[in-house]
């Protein structure tokens, strides 16, 4: 390991220890070097690191946090909405993606109306909704009548707070377009504001008995549920 490497290493460890506020939000906040928040300037100073060096190191340490930090919020979510929709309907939900995560959604909820499949993208953002879509998932939901992508928003236990179903509409309208046959994309993240969301889950059946008790997933919201600034208001 080289030197620079070894200052490298101190750096990014010295910013996952302190994990400050803003390295969540660092693939919209730090484009360039120039971009970079004083704490980092001060310490790659200190080390004898470049800008180009700092920025090298919080976006390593950013993505590296973001996927481990996705998987367990996605997994949370899931767990969450499952547990919410058997509540409402015993026996009938079915967590697909716990044993196999390659049918194109997350969970199966066979009723008696119909079944659905849906997939799950989970969040404690509070300011902005941003999300990965695979492309099996987006052609899922473009070929499966079915197919709902639900987002479910967590407060700080990680226990579901709000429920948004997003405009398929959307989704098609911004996804990205293959230019050439030889590269084709796999992964598109989606960056969605309230417009794009419909709260709770408008297309399963619900009595007016349900708002008492299931009225998180009907309606959206609960009453003590935290803001969330990308969640829409019911009309």
């Not at 997994?75 to 079915?94: F, Q, V």
């Amino acid at each position: 390991m080289t030197s620079q490497n070894k200052r490298e290493y101190l750096l990014a460890s010295l910013l996952r220890a302190a994990d400050p506020p803003w390295l969540e939000n660092a693939d919209v906040l730090v484009h360039s070097s120039d971009d970079l928040p004083q704490d980092i300037e001060r310490w790659s100073e200190v080390l004898g690191l470049s800008p180009d060096s700092g920025l090298r190191v919080v976006r390593r340490v950013s993505a590296k946090i973001d996927l481990a930090r996705r998987a367990q919020v996605g997994s949370a979510g899931e767990m969450a909405l499952c547990a919410l929709l058997e509540a409402k309907w015993p026996g009938a939900i079915n967590h697909v993606a716990a044993t196999d995560d390659g049918f194109g959604y997350d969970i199966s909820a066979s009723l008696p109306e119909a079944e659905w499949h849906l997939e799950v993208k989970s969040t404690t953002r509070r300011g902005r909704l941003s999300f990965f879509l695979s492309r099996h998932e987006f052609e899922t939901g473009l070929s499966d009548s079915h197919w709902k992508l639900l987002v479910v928003g967590l407060d700080d236990a990680l226990e579901a707070s709000c429920v948004a179903e997003v405009d398929k509409s959307a989704l098609k309208q911004f996804a990205p377009t293959d230019r050439t046959t030889s590269a084709s994309w796999e992964s598109a993240k989606y960056d969605l504001e309230g417009a794009h969301l419909m709260p709770g889950l408008a297309f399963l059946p619900w009595g007016e008995a349900d708002m008492a008790v299931h009225g998180l997933l009907a309606l959206g919201t609960s009453n003590h549920s935290p803001y969330f600034a990308w969640m829409p208001t019911r009309s």
